[in-house]
Nanobody, 122 residues
Framework: VQLQASGGGLVQAGDSLRLSCIVS????????MGWFRQAPGKEREFVAVILRSGSELYAGSVKGRFTISRDNVKNTVTLQMNSLKPEDMGVYYCATNGPWSTSTDAADFGSWGQGTLVTVSS
């Protein structure tokens, strides 16, 4: 399975950004999909996950501001990020998991994309 993330960039606090991740080489519809992020000097942290069923889970720090969605025709998972804050800065990674897993542990996710950088200025 290969993942290609895109959509990162430089924005101001309060702005919105939309990240996309295209998945190839696997059966997308059978996968759970997640987004993680890693700020400089910090460990990779969970952001959101969407199950095969479409159920969503969010980290408390992004709940209400970020929305994860999936398009099973385009094999794409999207992360809509609104009201961005400087603490949202980092490299954002998409990753695959089992179809029904609600794990938020990065170690449980199998395939990873290359990451896309999000920079938020205050």
């Amino acid at each position: 399975v290969q993942l290609q993330a895109s959509g990162g960039g430089l924005v101001q606090a309060g702005d919105s950004l939309r990240l996309s991740c295209i998945v190839s080489g696997g059966s997308f519809i059978t996968l759970g999909m997640g987004w993680f992020r890693q700020a400089p000097g910090k460990e990779r942290e969970f952001v959101a996950v969407i199950l095969r069923s479409g159920s969503e889970l969010y980290a408390g720090s992004v709940k209400g501001r970020f929305t994860i969605s999936r398009d099973n025709v385009k094999n794409t998972v999207t992360l809509q990020m609104n009201s961005l804050k400087p603490e949202d800065m980092g490299v954002y990674y998409c990753a695959t998991n089992g179809p029904w897993s609600t794990s938020t542990d990065a170690a449980d996710f199998g395939s990873w994309g290359q990451g896309t950088l999000v920079t938020v200025s205050s």
